[in-house]
């Protein structure tokens, strides 16, 4: 075989393997702008013959996926937020404060988290969200959302503070600051890129949940998008452009962050799931 | 120094949220599973003990039976069919210079999505009428397939979507582990005359045997607890064929609520879990702990 061609070999492959995975998007991508179900029929695969703009604005007001969106978004964006800083007060003192052995020992409390697979506890969370009653709320997704944060950010974050150098603190102490003071004005900023990967982890986690999302809430204003948009094809189930349109609206936020962030989603999922 | 940070009530202040929160929706959920598991509770009448039934009971159980079968083929096809595609598909991006990180980025794409919107956007792709399968089948002047709709397809159906869905995370993994080999030990060997796909075969692929393990265990792990995509693409159907234990265990506990029951096939997923993980271990894992380069 000649050296140009065996070359070429794995890039043949390689391309083959990017079109199986994005050919899916282009086609939702442009059936989301035709006019309606015979036009996708009939071109399935070429680019719409006018692009329907309304379609989005049909699916983002008509049928509630501007509800649902903001629901997913503040409720990711609380609970990864909450889960990170209580992480992080909680590295700091496991890997700060003076109490060896009782840090030790909540450590690996925290950890048996990482063991169990997350739907076992369903029926248990059901029910305990039931006890509490904050079914149907979206308490009822918050609080697990942030609990389920705590194992792996806890173990991500006390890694990141143990390599910090103590002198910082030592002089700062010294100058008289207290130890919540050292937290937030000397550690919490120079943790700053393990609370970013820990918070886009989350984040991304509650932003995709679905089986909690799905039967702890049923009104369809507290929905989130993974369990908006099953309602959502569900009834729009013969209006193809406007189920892509869908799609589209949960699939973009997400492609864009990971747009600007590849690296660091990369390395903090595969680090999640590799310490797990 | 020493006040400052060892003042006791700072660091209940500082641990304390942690511990009640993880406590709350870890540890007691754990412990009332494990008393809800002995029980006939349905959520109305009052609970009785009714010791190990409920586990006799399920394995009894044809239609759990059947669940069990469904995630026995999740894990077959990902340890016999995925992960060989996985390590190929790995070895080729780190042989290549232009384009790695173009390969590495769009391979990894599907598994950052929400499970339920890849459900519903392959349910679109397998939909008989105008999917993208149906639009190729027509060309070839092919009948549709009713991919979803059918028993015999369905599950196939699912297990090609999740492959697509999780394929490049474990490729990103993987290549990782290979990019770490040191360079010079793939120079010695090309050097003495061995060609690319035996470097492949007979240093590489056992460089990284640990780092396959891994893999192989957080596919078996995510095969006995995949449930998202089995709901948002069938719900278990046509008529209970593609239900897995988990899917089969939340109907079980929401729609009949048989929580007792339930919880009882929750525990005996986590059971699976916990001895085909140590039953791996044991057989493969155990022999080569750690590579030295």
Redesign the interface.
């Known amino acids: 075989m000649p050296a140009a061609l065996?070359k070429s070999v794995?890039?043949v492959?390689?391309m083959v393997?990017?079109v199986?995975?994005?050919?899916?998007?282009l086609?939702?991508l442009f059936?989301s702008f035709k006019a309606n179900?015979t036009e996708?029929?009939l071109h399935?695969?070429g680019l719409p013959k006018s692009w329907k703009f309304s379609n989005y604005q049909e699916a983002w007001v008509k049928a509630k996926i501007s509800v649902y969106f903001w629901n997913s978004l503040y409720l990711a964006a609380a609970a990864a937020a909450v889960g990170v800083l209580?992480?992080a007060?909680?590295a700091?003192?496991?890997t700060?404060?003076?109490?060896p052995k009782?840090s030790a020992a909540?450590y690996q409390?925290?950890l048996?988290?990482m063991l169990?697979?997350?739907?076992?506890?369903?029926?248990?969370?059901?029910?305990?969200v039931r006890n509490l009653h904050i079914l149907n709320t979206h308490w009822s997704l918050f609080?697990?959302y942030?609990?389920?944060a705590?194992?792996f950010s806890?173990l991500l974050i006390c890694a990141f503070m143990r390599a910090i150098p103590t002198e910082l603190e030592?002089a700062a102490?010294?100058d008289g600051?207290?130890?919540?003071g050292?937290?937030a004005r000397i550690i919490l900023p120079l943790t700053v890129p393990a609370l970013v990967t820990v918070f886009i982890v989350n984040f991304?986690g509650n932003?995709?949940?679905?089986?909690l999302a799905?039967?702890f809430i049923s009104k369809d204003a507290l929905r989130t998008?993974?369990?908006g948009?099953?309602q959502f094809?569900d009834a729009f189930q013969t209006n193809?452009a406007l189920?892509?349109t869908?799609?589209v609206f949960?699939?973009a936020p997400?492609?864009v962050l990971?747009g600007f962030l590849?690296r660091t989603?990369?390395e903090g999922?595969?680090a999640g799931?590799?310490k797990g | 120094?020493?006040t400052?940070?060892?003042?006791?009530y700072?660091?209940l202040?500082?641990?304390l949220?942690?511990?009640a929160?993880?406590f709350?929706?870890?540890?007691?959920?754990?412990l009332?599973?494990a008393v809800?598991g002995f029980t006939d509770w349905n959520g109305l009448d009052r609970r009785n003990f009714i010791g190990f039934d409920n586990f006799a009971n399920a394995f009894g159980d044809a239609d759990f039976q059947h669940s069990m079968y469904n995630n026995l083929y999740f894990i077959v096809f990902s340890v016999f069919v995925q992960i060989p595609l996985i390590v190929v598909?790995s070895l080729?991006?780190s042989?290549?210079k232009?384009?790695q990180g173009?390969?590495?980025?769009?391979?990894?794409?599907?598994?950052?999505?929400?499970?339920?919107?890849i459900?519903?956007?392959?349910?679109?792709?397998y939909?008989p009428?105008?999917g993208?399968i149906a639009?190729i089948l027509k060309i070839f002047g092919a009948e549709p397939i009713y991919w979803l709709g059918e028993s015999k397809w369905a599950m196939f159906a699912i297990l090609i979507t999740n492959a697509?869905q999780w394929m490049?995370?474990y490729i990103?993994?993987i290549l990782?582990a290979i990019l770490a080999i040191p360079k010079e030990i793939d120079e010695a060997a090309r050097i003495d005359g061995a060609s690319?796909a035996q470097r492949a075969w007979y240093l590489t692929v056992p460089l990284i045997r640990p780092v396959i393990n891994?893999v192989v265990m957080?596919s078996i792990?995510g095969a006995?607890?995949v449930?998202?995509i089995v709901?948002?693409m069938t719900d278990g159907g046509p008529a209970g064929a593609t239900d897995v234990m988990?899917s089969y265990?939340?109907s079980k506990?929401?729609k009949f609520g048989d929580?007792g029951y339930?919880?009882a096939l929750?525990?005996i997923?986590?059971a699976f879990?916990l001895l085909l993980t140590a039953l791996y271990q044991f057989a493969f894992a155990r022999r080569q702990e750690r590579v030295e380069y």
């Open positions: 065996r794995p890039h492959v390689m393997y990017v199986v995975i994005l050919v899916p998007f086609f939702v059936s179900n996708i029929a399935p695969f209580l992480s007060a909680t700091f003192a496991l700060r404060m003076k109490f009782t909540i409390f925290v048996i988290g169990i697979p997350g739907n076992v506890l369903f029926i248990a969370q059901y029910l305990l609080l697990p942030a609990a389920g705590l194992p806890v030592e102490v010294m600051m207290s130890a919540p050292l937290f991304l932003w995709n949940e679905y089986l799905q039967f998008l993974p369990t948009m099953v094809r193809y189920v892509c869908g799609i949960s699939v997400v492609a990971y590849q989603i990369i999922l595969t799931s590799l | 120094m020493k400052t940070l060892k003042n006791p700072v660091y202040g500082f641990v949220p942690t511990i929160l993880y709350l929706f870890f540890i007691y959920p754990m009332t599973s809800y598909f080729l991006i042989g290549v232009r384009l173009f390969y590495k980025t769009t391979v990894f794409l599907p598994s950052i999505l929400s499970t339920s919107v459900g519903i956007l392959w349910g679109y792709i939909n009428d105008v993208l639009s697509w490049g995370f990103v993994l990782a690319g891994v957080l792990a006995l607890r449930v998202d709901l948002v988990a265990m939340v506990a929401i929580y339930g919880t929750s525990i997923i986590f879990a």
